[in-house]
């Protein structure tokens, strides 16, 4: 039987690889700082984080495979640093035991944050990496150095695929990671400004699927993005008031504002109230440069396919629903 270590396997994304994994009959080993929300009996639970190496090691024992999921997502922290300590040195840390030990596959799961366009000025058409400098602030940047190890790790000759999910949503997001945060948030008024950009929303099951797929047949130091339905932010702000009922007014403004508010909003985050703001501007950043985004590779070379992400834009908002109230 196929052993199997999943980091990050009690966050949104990870608890359904967990229970896709399961159902496949593979023997699978959990690390994560934080419990499951809901566990399997048939999982080995490791409570711990991805920068111990000494705990790594011990997981990675009789290992065949590892699925790299761990890492600090969205915009904001109260120490920036944490970025790139728990996202590339963290990566660093797993990718370095796991070669140790001999893992027969390896996935690290990225972020398509990191895969917006350069401005038309540079001639370049493909949604080619730019440099960590390039990105828009240190949660990208991390994610990218992080990245950047996975590939140098595969043309070292270690079998590295990436797995790319663009934004997931549906059920059981207890954390709120930043899309469901993004829904809550414009659920949470009457009227609020938004910045109208491309947003690409999959059902997280899917990402799921998807994920297993990469690790089954995926190539050697490849990427592949597994993303859903691109969709303006016009469109999902209409569901939000369908959906919500009552009546909302969202408003549309310039980028300029945008950034200016998320500045704004950011800084008192930081210095004042230590909460997450309801916008970054590494966020706004990245919607400014946000492009439709395609899973043809995906499709064409694993046999991925994603379901209309509708129903389950659906089932998030009505899960919010509850949840606000």
Known sequence: MTKILVTGGSGFIGQHL?????????????????????????????AGSVLDPSLIDV???????????AGLPGMWARTKTDFHAVNC?????????????????????STESILFRRPPSDDVVEDSLLTARDMPGPY??????????????????????IGTPTMPIGPHDHNLT??????????GGRFQLYLDFIVN???????AAGLVLAMERGQAGHRYLLGGESIPLKKILGLVTAIGGGSRLHMPVPGGVAKAAAAVLE????????????????????????????????????????????????DTLTYLLGFKH
Not at 21 to 44: H, K, S, T, Y
Not at 178 to 187: D, E, I, K, N, V
Not at 293 to 308: D, F, I, M, N, W
């Open 267 to 314: 800084f008192i985050s930081d210095h004042v109230t230590r909460r997450p703001p309801s916008g970054t501007a590494e966020g706004v950043r990245i919607a400014l440069r946000a492009t439709d985004l395609s899973s043809k590779k995906a499709e064409r070379e694993l046999g991925y396919t994603a379901r209309p992400v509708e129903p389950a834009l659906r």
């Open 89 to 109: 040195r963290g990566t660093k840390i797993v990718i370095s035991a796991a070669r140790k030990r001999g893992v027969a596959r390896f996935l690290h799961c």
């Open 18 to 46: 967990v229970s896709t994994l399961v159902g496949r009959g593979r023997q699978v080993r959990v690390l994560d700082i934080r419990p499951p929300m809901f566990a399997l009996p048939e999982v080995d639970y490791v």
């Open 140 to 161: 990208t940047r991390s994610k990218m150095l992080a990245e950047q190890l996975a590939l140098q790790a595969a043309r070292s000759g270690f079998p590295v695929v």
């Open 59 to 69: 997981c990675l024992r009789d290992v065949d495979q590892v699925y790299h999921l």
């Open 178 to 187: 930043p899309p469901t945060a993004m829904l809550r948030h414009f659920l």
């Open 201 to 207: 929303l999959v059902d997280v099951r899917d990402v």
